[in-house]
């Protein structure tokens, strides 16, 4: 190449570079490395989006999801590992942000709670089959009649058909 084509190339390049808002030059991954869309995708879909609060960051639409995303990005370029990223957005927003509350203290009534209700779902529907299927046993033993009962109920019988 001939020392003038380089120089334009560079100049040309500066340019761009000169051109382009400060906000799209920090989003640029850092010096430390380039990060996968994988690892972007695996931390954002352990947040909930602010905006639309049943869906991921990963999975959101909203423009605020889109800029979470580049956060995550700036910050596992710039070295942080995932659990730096999540401890990142729990201290912003506390735990609410998280789609999986985590597994201690109070938060362990949502990870415990459901099982025991199926559980003791199942126990129930064990009983009240097994009840039902020994049918009643009352009705099976009926109890003697003395005879001087026997020979009132008759009489008071025979007295009420005339």
């Given at each position: ?23 799209a ?39 605020i ?55 003791l ?15 009643p046993a ?25």
């Amino acid at each position: 190449m001939r020392p003038i084509t380089l120089v334009l190339a560079a100049g040309l390049a500066l340019g761009l570079l000169a051109a382009q808002p400060a906000a799209a030059r920090s989003t640029a991954p850092a010096a430390k490395g380039t990060v996968s869309e994988e690892t972007v995708h695996d931390v954002a879909a352990q947040l909930r989006c602010v905006v639309c609060q049943s869906l991921s960051v990963a999975d959101s639409p909203s423009e605020i999801a889109h800029e979470m995303k580049d956060i995550i990005r700036e910050r596992l370029a710039a070295g942080e590992t995932p659990e730096q990223v999540r401890a990142y957005f729990v201290e912003k927003y506390g735990t609410w942000i998280l789609l999986a509350p985590p597994r201690q203290g109070f938060n362990l009534l949502v990870w415990v709670v459901p099982f025991g209700g199926v559980g003791l779902g199942l126990v129930l529907i064990f009983v009240v089959l097994r009840r039902w299927s020994r049918g009643p046993a009352a009705a099976a033993a009926v109890p003697a009649v003395d005879p001087a009962m026997r020979a009132r109920i008759r009489r008071e019988m025979a007295e009420g058909e005339r």
